[in-house]
């Protein structure tokens, strides 16, 4: 049993996360703001990741809360990047697109975080290499996956009969299909942050704090940050109340599992079986959350987004295959290792979002949402 245990937790995971894009698109649709919803989130997530960061480091409280000037910057700025705009542009693509085109885009964070760890010398291709070959045709090929998803739309697969644009339906000239690829190119801005993030984890965790410290502190510093924008942008105070049992559960299921279960599970994970196990499970994610979309929220699987996040998940497992090589074919510099261990230990903050360490991706590791 001890050896199914890992699998477990990591199924686990991604049926939160799956749960978390549905409740949050049904919320959606009953009219709750996207941007609330972030804000109530974490402020949920702030409540349970703060005592748990306390309490694990109990003997250190002072290093917890004086990490100088440039450490709190830097998780200032993290705590902007990798969790309030990154949840922002998920959930408002959430909203204008789909449960399932959403969990299919987070697939894209391994190669995006590829493309920027290798722009900035965390990562190192070497063209006669057939693992590095893998990591850039991965990446080029979920690139691609992404771009016909956001563009095309395709006809409905549970529908035989299809209208006048048939199989070209691109979608571009109606409301409809403006907003499908505003809400797809929104998730695609959300993965590059979630990308960001992780890079920026480099510093901040190899100087300053944990990573167990730094998503307590990134949830209460987003916290503030979500509110005071969305005091702004939606100022009637009617907009801001939770007007039902539903709503309520919701926002507490994605702060306090979406965030404290789930960063617990998959920590615990990847310390048993590596980062790149967990990774491995991402894709899951989407095949649970389009099939209960489909029989939960009757959203309508369409031809282009399905062939989409076929061919992002093929990209992310050949950036997988290619990652995974480099440490049985070179030895990892130290800045790299620092950065693959990072990205593992925080790969379940769909928070810091929805919401990965060891070697850059972590072998692969990422992680939303």
């Known amino acids: 049993m001890e050896d199914h245990k890992p699998l477990a937790a990591m199924v686990v995971v991604q049926c939160i996360y799956a749960a978390m894009a549905l409740w949050?698109?049904?919320?959606?649709?009953?009219?709750?703001?996207?941007?609330?919803?972030?804000?109530?989130?974490?402020?949920?997530?702030?409540?349970?990741?703060?005592?748990?960061?306390?309490?694990?480091?109990?003997?250190?409280?002072?290093?917890?809360?004086?990490?100088?000037?440039?450490?709190?910057?830097?998780?200032?700025?993290?705590?902007?990047?990798?969790?309030?705009?990154?949840?922002?542009?998920?959930?408002?693509?959430?909203?204008?697109?789909?449960?399932?085109?959403a969990t299919a885009m987070t697939n894209l964070i391994p190669a995006i975080t590829f493309v920027m760890a290798t722009s900035v010398g965390l990562e190192s291709v070497e063209i006669r290499r057939p693992r590095s070959m893998a990591k850039i045709f991965g990446t080029a090929v979920c690139v691609g996956g992404a771009?016909?998803?956001?563009?095309?739309?395709?006809?409905?697969?549970?529908?035989?009969?299809?209208?006048?644009?048939?199989?070209?339906?691109?979608?571009?000239?109606?409301?409809?299909?403006?907003?499908?690829?505003?809400?797809?190119?929104?998730?695609?801005?959300?993965?590059s942050c979630w990308s960001l993030w992780l890079i920026l984890q480099v510093p901040i965790c190899k100087s300053y704090v944990d990573p167990l410290t730094l998503s307590a502190w990134m949830c209460f510093l987003s916290m503030g940050q979500s509110a005071l924008l969305t005091s702004f942008v939606v100022p009637d105070l009617d907009d801001w109340k939770i007007h039902s049992l539903f709503e309520l559960m919701g926002c507490i299921f994605a702060g306090a599992f979406g965030s404290g279960v789930t960063f617990y599970l998959q920590s615990w994970?990847?310390?048993?079986?590596?980062?790149?196990?967990?990774?491995?499970?991402?894709?899951?994610?989407?095949?649970?959350?389009?099939?209960?979309?489909?029989?939960?929220?009757?959203?309508?699987?369409?031809?282009?987004?399905?062939?989409?996040?076929?061919?992002?998940?093929?990209?992310?497992?050949?950036?997988?295959?290619?990652?995974?090589?480099?440490?049985?074919?070179?030895?990892v510099p130290a800045d790299t290792v620092d950065l693959e261990k990072t990205l593992a230990r925080s790969e379940s903050q769909l928070d810091a979002s929805s919401t990965i360490t060891e070697p850059l991706l972590a072998d692969g590791n990422l992680t939303e949402k």
Not at 175 to 190: D, F, K, T
């Open 24 to 101: 949050a698109k049904a919320l959606f649709s009953g009219g709750m703001s996207p941007m609330v919803f972030v804000v109530y989130r974490q402020a949920i997530a702030t409540l349970v990741l703060v005592p748990i960061a306390t309490l694990g480091n109990r003997k250190k409280l002072k290093e917890m809360v004086c990490i100088g000037t440039t450490g709190f910057a830097l998780v200032f700025v993290a705590s902007l990047v990798g969790a309030t705009t990154n949840q922002y542009l998920y959930y408002q693509g959430l909203n204008l697109g789909s449960s399932s085109m």
């Open 147 to 191: 771009m016909v998803m956001a563009f095309y739309k395709g006809p409905k697969l549970l529908n035989h009969s299809l209208g006048a644009g048939g199989l070209y339906d691109v979608l571009l000239y109606s409301s409809a299909g403006r907003n499908w690829v505003i809400g797809a190119l929104l998730l695609v801005g959300s993965s």
């Open 269 to 331: 994970c990847i310390t048993v079986r590596g980062p790149l196990y967990s990774a491995m499970f991402n894709p899951l994610c989407t095949v649970i959350t389009t099939v209960l979309a489909t029989l939960i929220l009757h959203e309508q699987p369409h031809a282009g987004s399905m062939l989409g996040a076929i061919a992002v998940v093929a990209g992310l497992y050949i950036v997988l295959w290619g990652k995974a090589g480099d440490s049985k074919n070179q030895r």
